[in-house]
């Protein structure tokens, strides 16, 4: 469990057990990560959106639980922030990474039903 | 309620959404950024606005410097949301006047108990205004004086007696009746009161359902103990027959009631005022007359971590706001804020956590001067480690202590985190503001000329914004 990207059990229990939000959290978080994750791959030397991107991403997963997605993010948003091309790029690719592996997770979650039905 | 919660990320306004909504009872819309943001203010009147910092088209900062320039929504209860800990931004958010702000990411119990204590604020902001205070002593309820002393009754009636009605009674049965008969607003309980004597009086008082929530002060004779008599009443005063003295003893109870730093202080679910210095007077005190305090003096020296705010108030006087608390209760906030086990707290947490509170503090000290036509500007919190001498805060403790070292005093309250407050998701549910208590009132005097000792790394106390 340690080794998921998102603790979900955390999350769940955080929502007072409610599988149903859980699942409809899940699947608004997935809408909207899968374009900034796209994002993040496209928009690769410029700065300004990639730390803007970043921002975003690094509260939305840190809502999930998904800390690791969240700091690889904020790592990105610091970076963008001064400048740095070289680290910016290293986070770039670190966060990209983690978000695959995230919305992987979330994914099988929601076939799996491990989230709750969503209804 | 109707509230708008303004965030370009959907999780995050899914998860205010089912706090406000579920638990909270609130009507809520949602906008995307700030633009969306005022086309729904322009067309709906809301009584709370939730905006984050950072937005696309119109970030946070720039709506809400929007609505304060604007006179129909001056004075619009906005909390911040922010994923920010850079202090410019918090800053900026603190003199724009907000009423709290909440960081990012959201945890729903923490958000849940953070926004109830904002819509009960809200709710009793009346309350915050200390002749506006409904606490049995505003100037429509009447009084009863219950003493076995004639002349301390006619004395009070004689003093109170012009601005509102004034019962007396000579012994507890009969106390005991006039509050039945009359519902005073306030019961001023003496000593000599004979078989239904004070302690029995408070008991059946607080036993009867019809009256159990009365006022109760305690008169106290001079050298009498206020905590021997603190079970069951909600005030005291000492006995006197200066009118003046009496007045003015009336009119802190007044303040210290629901007075404004009650209210700042029930910033955290793990903190309680376990002591009360004469500051809650003195803000009262602050808050109507001209008095003129001089500049500022070196800190305080505390044990591990020190955050400190300044305060300047047009110019008149600057306060400062500082605060200590050992590194184990710095620990325990931050584990509580970031919703973690206290084991997973790192040093900058608990440095974060501090500021946080102070923020909070702070920021709730403006709103309620905010309401008085006053302006404040607040320097952010800073955190210095300290290694000097241990200073006056036990483990898990925090003091607060508000300078005027013009006049050479200090005020001091101390608060406690409270244990049995675990991290945010399960104290929730359980943490309630304003239970706090003043049980013991201190204001120290330091001796003229005497230099406060100053503690290594003071400097990175902050000036005033």
């Given amino acids: ?119 | 309620m109707k509230v708008l919660v303004v965030d370009d990320d959907r999780t995050t306004r899914f998860l205010l959404r089912r706090v406000l909504v579920a638990e909270l009872g609130c009507i809520v819309n949602e906008a995307s950024d700030g633009v969306e943001a005022l086309d729904l203010l322009a067309a709906t009147r809301y009584q709370l606005v939730i905006l984050d910092v950072q937005m696309p088209l119109m970030d946070g900062l720039e709506t809400l410097r929007a609505l304060r320039d604007a006179p129909d929504f001056k004075l619009l209860p906005v909390v911040m949301l922010t994923a920010e800990r850079n202090e410019a931004i918090v800053q900026q958010i603190i003199g724009l006047g907000v009423l709290d702000y909440m960081t990012k990411p959201l945890v729903p119990g923490r958000i849940a108990e953070r926004l109830k204590r904002v819509t009960r604020w809200l709710q009793t902001e009346n309350m915050l205004v200390p002749d506006r205070v409904g606490n049995g002593l505003d100037d429509q309820a009447s009084l009863l004086i219950v003493d076995g002393s004639e002349d301390f009754r006619r004395f009070v009636a004689d003093t109170v007696g012009a601005k509102r009605a004034v019962r007396q009674a000579e012994t507890g049965a009969r106390g005991f009746r006039e509050c039945l008969e009359a519902r005073p607003g306030a019961v001023f309980i003496g000593s000599g009161l004979g078989v239904l004597n004070e302690s029995l009086l408070v008991r059946k008082i607080r036993s009867t359902s019809a009256i159990h929530d009365t006022y109760l002060v305690a008169v106290l004779d001079k050298e009498e103990d206020p905590a021997a008599r603190s079970a069951g009443y909600d005030g005291h005063v000492t006995r006197t027959f200066i009118a003046e003295n009496f007045l003015r003893q009336l009119e802190s109870l007044s303040t210290a009631e629901d007075g404004p730093l009650r209210d700042l202080l029930t910033v955290h679910p793990g903190l309680r005022v376990t002591l009360i210095s004469a500051a809650e007077q003195v803000f009262g005190m602050m808050l109507s007359t001209e008095v003129v305090l001089r500049d500022a003096s070196p800190l305080v020296p505390g044990e591990r971590v020190m955050a400190a705010a300044a305060a300047q108030w047009q110019d008149r006087f600057s306060v400062e706001l500082r605060g200590c608390c050992d590194v184990q209760t710095g620990r325990q906030m931050a584990a509580s804020l970031l919703g973690i086990e206290p084991s997973m707290v790192g040093d900058e947490d608990v440095d974060e956590a501090v500021c946080e509170v102070f923020a909070m503090i702070g920021a709730r000290l403006q709103n309620t001067l905010a309401d008085k036509q006053v302006t404040l500007s607040f320097g952010v919190p800073a955190v210095a480690r300290l290694t000097g001498p241990v200073g006056s805060a036990a483990d898990g403790e925090i003091l607060l202590c508000f300078e005027s070292p013009g006049r050479e005093v200090q005020f001091w309250l101390r608060l406690s985190v409270d244990p049995s407050v675990p991290a945010v998701d399960a104290a929730a549910g359980d943490a309630v503001a304003g239970e706090t208590v003043a049980t013991e009132a201190a204001a120290r005097e330091t001796p003229t000329g005497e230099a406060p000792c100053e503690p290594a790394g003071q400097k990175e106390t902050l000036a005033p914004a």
Avoid: W, Y
């Fill in chain 1, 1 to 119: 469990m340690d080794s998921q990207p998102a603790d979900l059990e955390e999350l769940a229990n955080r929502l007072g057990g409610d599988r149903a939000c859980l699942a409809e959290l899940i699947d608004i978080f997935l809408d909207d990560a899968r374009a900034r994750t796209d994002e993040v791959r496209r928009e690769e030397g410029n700065l300004a959106a990639l730390r803007r991107v970043a921002h975003t991403l690094k509260g939305a997963a840190g809502n999930l639980c998904a800390m690791a997605a969240s700091r690889a993010a904020a790592q990105l948003e610091t970076a963008a922030a001064r400048g740095d091309q070289s680290s910016a790029g290293a986070a770039r690719l670190a966060l990209l990474d983690e978000m695959n592996r995230l919305i992987a997770q979330l994914v099988n979650a929601r076939v799996a039903g491990a989230a709750g039905s969503g209804q």
